[in-house]
């Protein structure tokens, strides 16, 4: 157990909608990254928050965004849902510094769009 | 820019026998290395990493990984698996210098160990 949790586990929804997924960082880690993972494209970072301020992007389209809130849980949105969407949504936490080395990961969201 | 390359994506052994997983990668900056294990239905866990000293880094589970700068690899090895090694694995690399600290992953080797 990584000590970083996130919610649902599975979530099963049509094209055009949006979902929101969570998470929470182990415990005084105030980092959160987000990592796609699919058949083709792979593992893939999406976007990093530090301590409530977006600190780094990826590959994130714009039809998806994150948060981080004041008790450093973080929230991935994805709207307008695509086919193609449909993945394993992982998150990361890291360490109190900005720039820490490791990042212990979540168990993931799978997202199934039909 | 950075890539990894995992040069084998299924690497088939027998249990009890010796394994390596290969990783080379690319990037105009130092960088930061690990190998992560994901077994199935479950997220990532952390095998090892290098962040700087001897090159020759041991890990969880009995693995170890070689960090060769000259040839951009950083190859993961265990001298006996057992059936419960099956899992994929993932290397990754994040930047040293620009404090960027987004893994950049390769496209993971899935080790199956026969009995």
């Known amino acids: 157990d990584s000590g970083v949790t996130q919610t649902p586990k599975h979530l099963i929804t049509a094209t055009g909608q949006r979902v929101t997924l969570r998470c929470s960082p182990r415990s005084g880690d105030l980092s959160v990254y987000w990592y796609q993972q699919s058949l083709d494209q792979g593992l893939q970072f999406l976007i990093q928050?530090?301590?409530?301020?977006?600190?780094a992007k990826g590959n994130i389209l714009e039809r998806f965004s994150a948060q981080q809130f004041p008790d450093l849980h973080s929230e991935l949105n994805l709207s307008s849902l695509e086919l193609g969407d449909s993945a394993l949504y992982f998150c990361?936490?890291?360490?109190?510094?900005?720039?820490?080395?490791?990042?212990?990961f979540g168990p993931g969201t799978r997202l199934t769009v039909l | 820019a950075q890539s990894v390359t995992q040069l084998d994506s299924q690497v088939p052994v027998f249990e009890e026998a010796p394994v390596e997983l290969r990783c080379n990668y690319s990037s105009s900056v130092s960088v930061y290395l690990f190998w992560y294990v994901q077994y199935p239905n479950q997220g990532l866990q952390l095998l090892l990493k290098?962040?700087?000293?001897?090159?020759l880094v041991k890990g969880i589970n009995g693995f170890e990984a070689e960090f060769n700068k000259s040839q951009t690899s950083f190859h993961l090895r265990k001298p006996s698996v057992h059936i419960s090694d099956t899992a994929e694995y993932f290397c990754?690399?994040?930047?040293?210098?620009?404090?960027?600290?987004?893994?950049?992953f390769g496209s993971g080797t899935r080790l199956q160990v026969q009995p």
């Open positions: 928050y530090y301590n409530g301020e977006e600190r």
């Open positions: 290098y962040l700087s000293g001897s090159t």
């Open positions: 990754a690399v994040s930047d040293m210098d620009t404090g960027r600290r987004a893994l950049t």
């Open positions: 990361a936490s890291s360490g109190t510094g900005y720039a820490t080395d490791t990042q212990y």
